[in-house]
């Protein structure tokens, strides 16, 4: 009999938990989110005291939360499916995706979104009921309720936009980015240069669809059809992640919605690095690609400052000049929440300042 502490989940865990820990203390009020997630079903009420607590250090406080999922993982595999869904729509992406590429190197299998089994509250002696939810799929395993829409991306020659692949895409394939680019065309060369040329899997991620939408082909054309033959390719099987394309291309659209109060109100430049950019200079990049400008313009801006700083205050200037978006606050705000760059908190600190100002 296989102890459940020699369980992929558990080592993958094992493997990932300082830099859980370090990821999750570092954002307080996703803390709470996580912790009232895994409420009843991970951890206990005392718990949930403790971890909401903002008199709390926020290292004890991941702590808490952390160490009863490590031992519930022990006795149920399931639940590391369960944080990891948790983690995701906290908003703790690339946690998510590291902890399910240990899984897989450590000979585990994961679970794509429409198969994580929910868990039901925990029960009198520590375990957990599980209750199995799977949607009906065909045999390419596309979703009945994607078969046949008009705007599927299955059979679409449209063109995704940079932000749209970094927020649906980029967020969740992780490490897979290079067998993805090799999917869509890209030779290993060019993958080779664009590890060279950048730091983290975000940058990689940008580069290699910068380089598919250059190399553009009649083999290969930037088209959602081509990357969702990619996704469920042999080579890369990301098929839960190709049948939620669509799903997370409609909710990309709603979140502008947030903030329609601030449609009309344009920013001075001195406003955006007060309030914003001096607080998230170091998002710059993937700010920028929300505000619409160009992998070009981009590389040219990293290239010429000296440092996060200097290409924050170009990529705003930049905005301001070329309104590639429309030169508002809303604009701002709403790039601030996107999946790639997760700055929620500045998001409703910025608004907290603009409404006082009225």
Known sequence: KISMCDTPEYKAFISCQGDLLDSIAASSESIISLAHRLNGKVLTNAVLIVATDRNTSAVDRANKILCPVLNCIKRDKNLFHFFVKQLKEVGFMMDAVNLEEKLRNNG???KETSDVREITSTSDNGTSGIVARKRKSDGNGVPESKRGGHNDVHSTDEKPTMSELMNIVAVKIGTGWSKLGLALGLEETELDVIKNENSNVNGFCCAMFDQWKKKSSSSYPYHWSTLDKALRSDAVKYIGLANEIDEGRCQLKTYSNEYNEFANHRPSLSELIEYVGCHVEQKWKPIGIELGLEIETLGCIGYNEKDSSGCMRKVF?????RMS???????????????QVLEKDWAENTVKILRSTK
């Open 317 to 321: 200037d930049e905005w301001q000049k």
């Open 108 to 110: 585990g299998e994961v």
């Open 325 to 339: 978006k429309p030169y508002t606050w809303q604009t701002i705000l709403t790039a601030l929440i996107m999946p």
